[in-house]
């Protein structure tokens, strides 16, 4: 017998043996953030095509940007932390980037073992160029969804995102003033 969702086709599967029916019927907060993120992803690289940039690209060239501090480039692991991926998910991101001249890595003068990123002057002229393009992208979909609800959107993210929502999770209990 085999069960069919609204996830569509490729995430539709075989019921398993043993599994109650109940199951079935679940909705799964996992499977519906990830079809939303990759509805608002294919938007945003749509967006930055024709840089030749995927979103998730222009992500990492704002977090370099942003954890830049005078004369002192983010480590990795800095990176990495701030975009919560793992390091080695962060290193197969920055090839092209540092392929295409965007991105350089150097070792970090105070621990060899440790590598910074740094925005070449190209990476900076394209970040540069993204943002408007990224602008445009975010403005259609704030329109799309309406003020409120991109708001709403915004900040259930952040608290997804949020050391407080692990701390919850982790320990089992609801979160707190939500």
């Not at 907060?29 to 294919?42: C, D, I, K, M, S």
């Not at 704002?62 to 954890?67: Q, T, Y």
């Not at 998910?89 to 105070?110: C, F, I, Q």
Request: proline content about 7%; charged content about 25%.
């Amino acid at each position: 017998m085999s069960k069919k969702s609204n996830a569509g086709p490729a995430e539709s599967c075989p019921e398993p043996e043993g599994v109650p029916e109940a199951f079935f019927g679940l909705a799964c907060t996992n499977a519906a953030l990830r079809r939303a993120t990759r509805r608002l992803g294919q938007l945003y690289d749509d967006a930055m095509a024709p840089l030749g940039l995927k979103a998730t690209q222009f992500g990492l060239l704002v977090a370099i940007r942003d954890l830049s501090e005078a004369g002192k480039e983010p480590t990795l692991n800095e990176i990495a932390a701030r975009q919560l991926i793992q390091i080695s998910a962060l290193t197969h991101a920055l090839k092209p980037l540092v392929r295409d001249g965007l991105v350089e890595l150097h070792p970090d003068p105070e621990d060899r073992r440790s590598k910074r990123a740094a925005l070449t002057p190209e990476g900076l002229a394209r970040l540069q160029q993204a943002v408007s393009r990224w602008a445009q992208a975010n403005g259609r979909v704030e329109t799309t969804l309406g003020p409120g609800v991109a708001e709403g959107l915004r900040a259930l993210a952040d608290l997804i995102a949020s050391e407080r929502f692990l701390d919850a999770y982790r320990s089992g209990r609801p979160l707190e003033g939500s």
